[in-house]
């Protein structure tokens, strides 16, 4: 890793943003950008004050742009009123938008549907007034356990619609993650699909459901919605539980928009944290909406011809900002896909692209390495044996980009002339923090470049001092900013905690290392500071996984770390103690690895189960018993142990959890 930082530091490949790119672009230029930041550098609340007016469609115009009475709940524009879905949909009713294609859906299988912007506004009104004849309304939450599908995208719209506050559970969530959600958000309706259809299997939603109810805690949940993907046969309790075309069969397709305070919550999306469960991070409606439409033009330099598709999941903050309303409210044309980039061959991406004319592409690191792999072993799924040639932009999310992939990206997809922007935010950030601007930003492999304009992004020590250029610290955010998450539902005390820790006197802690570049002051984010691991772009708390590893009967002890990985970026590696004796053997090792790697995959989700578990008598400790986890990651890597352990309790251990079995 050391190495990897090092090599980012010196990398001196620039790409300057193309003549008729930059041409043509939002922001034109570093003088443009330099302008924005300026603005926003002498008037930060003005700033977004102005391009909220200029945005955003307000039904009652705001007369206080922050309210920082009680930081750091701040308020932003809170006396105004609107609607994120009439944002969306509404306003591009009457104008040549309404009837463009606002989603081109694109299946598993490979089957097309798509909806104009009319369609999209009446599927959305006719679920809404559904909801509505439910007793549905202002203030309620509903979580959405569905696949990526343009219902998916109806459910969370219909719930703005009705000041509904949704909370999407991705679909590779377990039941016993979901019931977690349920209970923890107090949803009293639940929007789910029979199955879901990825890779060419048909993987159970429903069932999921019914189980999350068996566990109990969610009393709370008075009506099921669920929409037939596949038409498989799902239990139904009577009177609770509907299908989604019951439910909208005779409804109008006018259905008026409710507006809410722009400080109403538009959702909770959980997401992990260093320590215990997942965090609900609470977004607004007003200054959540306003930076996802205004990076979508910033960022993504949208035009109304482009074709934009970010492959996020709903379920991920990326699919809440990128798909779900960013580019509805920008008026674009976007794909949806239900599927897998490997499926039914590694060339997927490129195929669709090609079928599709996409010319903004938005993916993350680990689909490109995946893919770059793939394409070593089978040449025809190499990007450049397809018509990428609509392609004019690319994206990256998730996680660092390493500079191999990104020239891999940039020569092979973008064929060499098409902008990458590495986009640095996070689930709480509500849209992107630190980003190139494509028309204006000279591009660095492997650095996401530059602040956002009117967000305040630094790099500081631990008591909030800012550092020099080329030295390492902590990545914060000094002023509050529209997009920022609003609280933690139900924990007000943990998100304070969490995120403005007092030695930071106010400043916003990501919860990332980062570095700037000592001559261009570019970012490059070093990775997270505290116990959360990035595997392929989803976050995971190695405390959860721990958790869950402990309930298993079978074990007594559990640490959990990570490995670097050329595919996903981190792998998760588990320590085990066991009640019973340790494997010794490795077929007896297998065989427990796999029961506990099932088992996490049921408490959590497939995506948390270790990658390699390894077994112990004991784990290293100190004196005062704290698990040596700087160890266990040295062990973990495979690396020699060159530091001191003479303040071990037990330093024989280091020897047994170094053996693979
Ligand atoms: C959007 C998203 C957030 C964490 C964040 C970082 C890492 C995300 C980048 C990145 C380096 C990037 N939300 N991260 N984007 N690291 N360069 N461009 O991913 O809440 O799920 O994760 O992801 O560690 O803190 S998230």
Redesign the pocket.
């Known amino acids: 890793m050391a190495g990897a930082i090092e090599s980012l530091l010196v990398e001196d490949r620039i790409f300057p943003p193309p003549q008729d790119f930059a041409r043509q672009a939002a922001v034109s230029g570093m003088d443009q950008y330099h302008a924005l930041c300026a603005q926003a550098a002498e008037d930060h609340v003005g700033f977004w004050a102005r391009h909220a007016r200029e945005q955003l469609q307000w039904h009652k115009p705001f007369t206080r742009a922050l309210d920082d009475s009680n930081a750091p709940f701040y308020k932003w524009f809170d006396d105004g009123e609107l609607n994120a879905s009439a944002n969306c949909l509404d306003r591009h009713l009457g104008t040549p938008t309404e009837n463009k294609t606002a989603i081109i859906f694109e299946s598993d299988g490979g089957e097309v549907t798509s909806v104009t912007y009319r369609e999209l506004h009446d599927r959305v009104c006719r679920f809404a007034n559904g909801l509505k004849s439910l007793g549905y309304g202002k203030g309620d939450r509903a979580i959405i356990y569905l696949p990526m599908s343009i219902e998916g995208v109806v459910a969370m719209q219909a719930c703005a619609r009705l000041g509904i506050i949704h909370s999407v559970v991705f679909g590779g969530f377990s039941a016993k993650s979901l019931q977690e959600r349920i209970h923890d958000v107090g949803a009293s309706l639940v929007i789910t699909a029979d199955e879901q259809v990825r890779g060419g299997k048909s993987i159970p939603l429903k069932p999921a459901v019914d189980e999350a109810f068996a566990m109990g805690g969610c009393d709370t949940v008075r009506k099921v919605i669920v929409y037939q993907r596949t038409g498989a046969a799902v239990s139904m309790v009577e009177g609770r539980e509907i299908t989604w075309s019951q439910l909208v069969d005779g409804q109008s397709s006018e259905c008026p928009p409710e507006y809410v305070s722009a400080e109403h919550p538009l959702f909770v999306l959980y ?1 992990s944290g260093s320590t215990g469960k997942p965090k609900g991070v609470q977004h607004s409606t007003g200054g959540y909406l306003l930076h996802a439409l205004l990076s979508m033009r910033w960022t993504f330099d949208l035009k109304p011809t482009d074709v934009f598709w970010c492959t996020a999941d709903i379920g ?3 699919g809440h900002s990128y798909v779900a309303y960013g580019p509805l409210a920008a008026g674009a044309t976007q794909v949806v896909f239900e599927g897998v980039p490997s499926y039914p061959d590694s060339s997927r991406f490129w195929r669709m692209i090609a079928r599709h004319k996409v010319s903004i592409f938005y993916t993350a690191p680990t689909a490109i390495r995946a893919l770059i792999k793939a394409c070593e072993s089978d040449r025809a799924t190499h990007p450049t044996q397809f018509d990428l040639s609509s392609l004019r932009l690319l994206g ?6 390493n500079p191999e992939a990104w020239m891999w990206y940039h020569t092979n997809v973008g064929g060499g002339r098409c902008p990458i922007v ?7 950030t509500g849209a992107h923090v630190v980003t190139p601007l494509p028309g204006a930003t000279p591009l660095v492999p492997g650095s ?1 470049t530059l602040p956002f304009p009117g967000v305040d992004v630094a790099v500081v020590d631990e008591t909030g001092g800012e550092m020099p250029n080329g030295q390492g610290g902590i990545l914060v955010i000094r002023k509050p900013w529209p997009a920022m998450i609003r609280t933690i539902w139900n924990d007000p005390n943990r998100f304070k905690q969490s995120y403005f820790p007092p030695e930071l006197h106010g400043f916003y802690l ?3 290392g980062a570095v700037r570049n000592k001559q261009t002051g570019y970012f490059t ?1 070093t ?2 500071i505290d116990d ?1 691991l ?1 595997v392929s ?3 995971m708390g190695t405390m959860e996984i721990e958790s869950a590893l402990v309930a298993n009967k079978l074990v007594a002890e559990a640490a959990v770390v990570g490995r670097p990985d050329d595919v996903t970026g981190e792998a998760i590696v588990a320590f085990v103690v066991l009640k019973g004796v340790r494997p010794t053997d490795a077929a007896a090792a297998a065989k427990v690895a796999k029961e506990l790697r099932d088992w996490v995959g049921k408490e959590i989700g497939p995506i948390a189960k270790p990658k390699e578990v390894r077994f112990g008598d004991n784990l290293p400790k100190t004196r005062s018993g704290k698990i040596m986890r700087r160890l266990l990651r040295v062990i973990a890597r495979g690396e020699d142990i060159t530091q001191d352990v003479s303040t071990l309790e037990n330093p024989a251990i280091l020897e047994q959890l170094k053996q693979v079995l």
Do not use: K, L, Y
């Not at 990256?396 to 980009?401: A, D, K």
């Open positions: 997401t991920w903050v990326t990256s999310v998730g996680e660092p980009i590495d986009t640095f935010w996070q689930t709480e996401c990501a919860g990332d984010i990775g997270r959360v990035n772009g989803h976050r």
